[in-house]
């Protein structure tokens, strides 16, 4: 018996030697391992790819994303702040400001300064509060002048009150016709009503929605060009048609081949960010060509020609040259407004570490902070370029035509040595 458990004994190390020495255990395991490493490697890899894409989507959706509620509060936001500077300088300037005068300024029109407040206060969009009634209201004060004041206000304060019935008014009516102006094509409506616009520039991202808008932006423009003309110079429905063509035809042009070399020339991801620069050259180009095109047939009539006091020199007759001047003046305020509406606002989030850091953690601010700040922006830049060129601008008397040269002024009985004109806004 002990013969046979040797036997067996023998028989199962034999076994296991031969396996040790054919390598059966040790090639069979670790290639069993080899497999699972594998197979465990290739999982974690494609999870991370899979959640590395999840990701990119979920940021590009953050990105694509338009928080209406919140871009509506900043825009909200951005006209308060845009009101409280006007009301801010009415207040502060209200016992320092010019005696009042029917054909005068509150403000000194000689210093920047003085312009500058002038068109802050008319640009104020509290003053699309008031209605037709109102308006008529204050411009029946100003009619009656100081007669029609209470008796118990102090002098400075019989003043304020002319001026801010003039500015009501003004900011209402046309100079020339005294027909009341649309409110989103008033001065006051140009933040509340074509910032929006001008956001949604800034804020695209292709080639379609930057036309669209584009289109949108130069309609408005050429309104507002329409009915804050010099209504002296009468213009004809097929001039008009000819210009807003012509005008949105070059926005059109301008934005379509910028957005077109861009995403030729980029990267998909660089392009986009690029995409919001592509605004400010075209509405430079743009809305010069816009307030030109649609301004200059009154090159060919003229405008007239008044004294300090704000009376025609020459009854019936127009000057080309004061009317050249004056468009002239205005096609480069223009150009000059769209630098801190569609520059300024990009640059302060593509360099300010604060709105970066913001943009990045959070894409979804990105379309409310634009807001916020092309709409402050827009609403200091819009007095402050309208204000290099003053509206009512004077020409020597030698550089206007040989029948206006030698006009006699009534009160002096001597020859005008410079006239006024209404340049438009």
């Known amino acids: 018996m002990i013969a046979t458990v040797t036997s067996v004994a023998s028989r199962v190390a034999h076994s296991s030697s031969s396996a040790m020495r054919t390598g059966f255990v040790v090639r069979t395991f670790p290639r069993r391992n080899a497999s699972v490493s594998s197979a465990t490697t290739s999982t974690s890899a494609t999870a991370t790819a899979a959640a590395g894409t999840q990701k990119q989507t979920v940021n590009a959706a953050e990105d694509a994303a338009v928080p209406i509620g919140a871009s509506l509060m900043a825009a909200l936001a951005g006209v308060s702040v845009v009101s409280a500077a006007a009301a801010l300088v009415e207040n502060m300037t209200a016992d320092s400001c010019l005696p009042y005068s029917p054909n005068g300024q509150r403000y000194s029109q000689d210093e920047f300064m003085g312009r500058f407040s002038r068109m802050l206060l008319a640009c104020d969009p509290r003053l699309l509060l008031y209605t037709e009634d109102q308006v008529r209201q204050a411009q029946s004060v100003l009619e009656k002048g100081f007669d029609g004041l209470d008796g118990t206000l102090s002098d400075q304060q019989k003043h304020r009150t002319l001026w801010e019935a003039r500015r009501i008014s003004d900011a209402a009516l046309h100079p020339d016709t005294k027909e009341v102006i649309p409110r989103p094509f008033r001065m006051s409506g140009y933040v509340p009503y074509n910032g929006p616009i001008c956001v949604a520039m800034v804020a695209s991202t292709s080639t379609p929605s930057l036309l669209f808008w584009s289109w949108v932006n130069q309609s408005q423009n050429a309104l507002v060009n329409y009915y804050n003309r010099n209504a002296s110079s009468p213009m004809s429905n097929q001039t008009l048609l000819t210009s807003y063509s012509a005008a949105v035809g070059s926005a059109l042009t301008v934005a379509f081949g910028l957005a077109t070399f861009i995403q030729r020339r980029y990267p998909a991801a660089q392009a986009k960010a690029m995409m919001k620069y592509v605004a400010f050259p075209s509405a430079v180009v743009a809305s010069s060509l816009n307030c030109y095109i649609v301004r200059s047939p009154e090159i060919d009539t003229g405008i007239p020609l008044t004294d300090a006091s704000g009376n025609n020199v020459l009854e019936g007759s127009t ?5 050249r001047r004056g468009v002239n003046s205005t096609t480069v305020s223009r150009a000059l407004l769209q630098a801190p509406v569609y520059f300024l606002p990009p640059v302060l989030m ?21 807001t916020f700040l092309l709409l402050v922006s827009f609403g200091v ?5 309208t204000a290099i060129f003053p509206q009512i601008a004077e020409i020597d008397a030698n550089d206007v035509e040989p029948q206006f040269q030698h006009l006699v002024e009534p009160t002096t009985q001597q020859p005008y040595k410079v006239f006024y004109y209404n340049k438009g806004l």
């Open 319 to 323: 000057s080309q040259e004061a009317a």
């Open 350 to 370: 593509g360099m300010l570490p604060p709105f970066q850091r913001l943009v990045q953690n959070n894409p979804r601010t990105r379309v409310p902070l634009t």
């Open 381 to 385: 830049g819009l007095p402050v370029t």
